[in-house]
């Protein structure tokens, strides 16, 4: 079966960093897009960054653009988010997903992911 498995969650401060890294299984993990996702209690999931196949393309929410960094290791089958100047509007539940299609723009319909992680928490602190 093909899985998703996110690590790297936890607490820091506000101001802080983190990387959160997604182990892919089950794929030719070269031939789809992958990103990331959060959600936060009581608000609607939304897009976070993606990058595409080969690492050539990628694309991130406004709100994150300058702090968040997307990349990929297709000999490793892995995907990292690394997370810069963090703040208590970044707490969330992350998710890793993966899509087929090759315009990471696509990740801006949820709908068209073709698998998704379980999800890792990240906690940021005042």
């Known amino acids: 079966q093909v899985q998703l498995v996110e690590s790297g969650g936890g607490l820091v401060q506000a101001g802080g960093s983190l990387r959160l890294a997604c182990a892919a299984s089950g794929l030719r993990f070269s031939t789809y897009s992958m990103g990331w996702f959060r959600q936060a209690p009581g608000k609607e999931r939304e897009f976070v960054a993606a990058?595409?196949?080969?690492?050539?393309?990628?694309y991130y929410v406004d709100s994150v653009k300058g702090r968040f960094t997307i990349s990929r290791d297709n000999a490793k089958n892995t995907v990292s988010l690394e997370m810069n100047s963090l703040t208590p509007e970044d707490t969330a539940a992350y998710y890793c997903?993966?899509?087929?299609?090759?315009?990471?723009?696509?990740?801006?319909?949820?709908?068209?992911?073709?698998?998704w992680g379980k999800g890792a928490l990240v906690t940021v602190s005042s």
């Open positions: 997903a993966a899509t087929a299609a090759s315009d990471v723009y696509v990740f801006g319909a949820p709908g068209l992911m073709n698998y």
């Open positions: 990058i595409s196949w080969r690492g050539g393309g990628t």
